[in-house]
């Protein structure tokens, strides 16, 4: 059913109360609203209310099997949600949050049951973004929300990219502007031991080990899932943050790569195809000589990936904006923010990888 879209620009650092009132308000009544977090924008309805939550995965046209993130405005109300608190549970949240962590936990059955898609944990994380912290805390509720995209899409990392996905399918959708971390948290699950990364995203696995020790990667944050190996958080499984056009990921030694990619993607000019690159400060202004393409989106330098995973999403819709038949990217080093940065470009890909 098609709704009244209210679409509010608010101050990123200091959110009028009355703005934040009107969204609490609507999440109170059951309503949907889209709001940014450091990560990327959410699309919010209260986490113990069954109708609302349901609102969201019809917004999204989301596969009911894929369970949600749920927001909390302050530690205490963990508690509230879960059976129990481990001990390096406490340590992460003292270092991490507000931040981009997201723990799974197991869940005392309090949230809405689609949240957890019938799972017995549930997935918990405080934002840092100064609106999204005064919307938790004001409304009192915890807040389930995704990425404000369209199921399958890339995720917004401005209002006005939900304001395209959503417009009709939300009531309201807060505007602050560029999110900082630009990909999303980082989900860990504390449930098995060494716990578990099943989502690589804005705290990097560096940082988790400083404080806890040693974690795992679920095989699937760098491999593509296959019949014999199923991602354990069941978003994963499906294709992801995907542009309109195919994506392929070139990836090697720098020098290899930028011939190989440049000799790809000339084939495709001189076809009549329009080609866009994704591509290092670095090799951008070769790329541009040679090849001629329609459009080169510039991530930054390579030895930021951090900058690179910000830039991410909006380059690959403005790929799609530009009207591209087909996209070529460099591969990025996963250390830090690269291995979110990579998994996120495979994904996309559909783990289109040529190795140089
Ligand atoms: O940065 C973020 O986490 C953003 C912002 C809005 O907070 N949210 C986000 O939500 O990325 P979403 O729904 O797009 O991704 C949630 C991920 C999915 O991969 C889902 O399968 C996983 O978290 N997840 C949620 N609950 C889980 C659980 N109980 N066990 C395992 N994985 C879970
Ligand atoms: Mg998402």
């Known amino acids: 059913m098609r709704k009244r879209t209210r679409y509010c620009q608010v101050n990123p650092g200091q959110p009028a109360p009355q703005v934040i009132s009107l969204a609490a308000r609507i999440l109170r009544r059951g309503g949907l609203v889209a709001f940014p977090t450091e990560t990327v924008y959410g699309l919010g309805a209260n986490a113990l209310a069954e109708k609302a939550v349901a609102k969201i995965f019809a917004a999204k046209g989301r596969p009911p099997d894929n369970p949600l993130i749920v927001h909390v405005g302050y530690r205490r109300q963990v508690a509230e949600l879960v059976s129990e608190i481990p001990p390096q549970a406490e340590l992460l949240m003292r270092r991490f949050w507000p931040g981009p962590l997201t723990l799974v936990l197991p869940s005392n059955g309090r949230v809405a049951a689609a949240v957890t898609a019938g799972l017995d944990t549930v997935a918990v994380r405080m934002p840092r973004h100064p609106v999204a912290l005064a919307l938790l805390r004001v409304a009192r509720l915890p807040v389930a929300a995704p990425s404000a995209n369209l199921s399958g899409r890339p995720s917004p990392t401005l209002g006005r990219h939900v304001l395209q996905d959503l417009r009709g399918r939300v009531d309201l959708i807060l505007e602050a502007g560029s999110t900082e971390v630009g990909v999303e948290s980082t989900v860990l699950d504390l449930t098995v031991r060494p716990p578990m990364v099943l989502r690589p995203g804005g705290v990097t696995v560096e940082e988790l080990e400083e404080t806890i020790g040693e974690v795992r990667l679920d095989p699937t944050v760098r491999e593509a899932p296959g019949a014999d190996l199923l991602p ?81 999403y909006a380059s690959l819709k403005s790929c799609d904006r530009h009207g591209a038949d087909v996209i070529f990217a460099e591969a990025w080093p996963e250390e830090g923010l690269g291995l979110a940065l990579m998994n996120r470009l495979r994904k996309a890909a559909g783990y289109h990888v040529i190795a140089v």
């Open 232 to 312: 354990r958080s069941p978003g994963m499984k499906y294709r992801h943050y995907a542009p309109r056009a195919p994506l392929y990921i070139v990836q090697g030694e720098p020098e290899a790569v930028r011939q190989r990619l440049a000799a790809l993607a000339g084939e495709a000019v001189a076809k009549g195809r329009r080609v866009a690159i994704l591509a290092s400060d670095e090799a951008a202004a070769f790329y541009r000589e040679r090849v001629k393409p329609h459009l080169v989106e510039c991530l930054g330098p390579r030895s930021d990936p951090a900058q690179a995973a910000a830039r991410l």
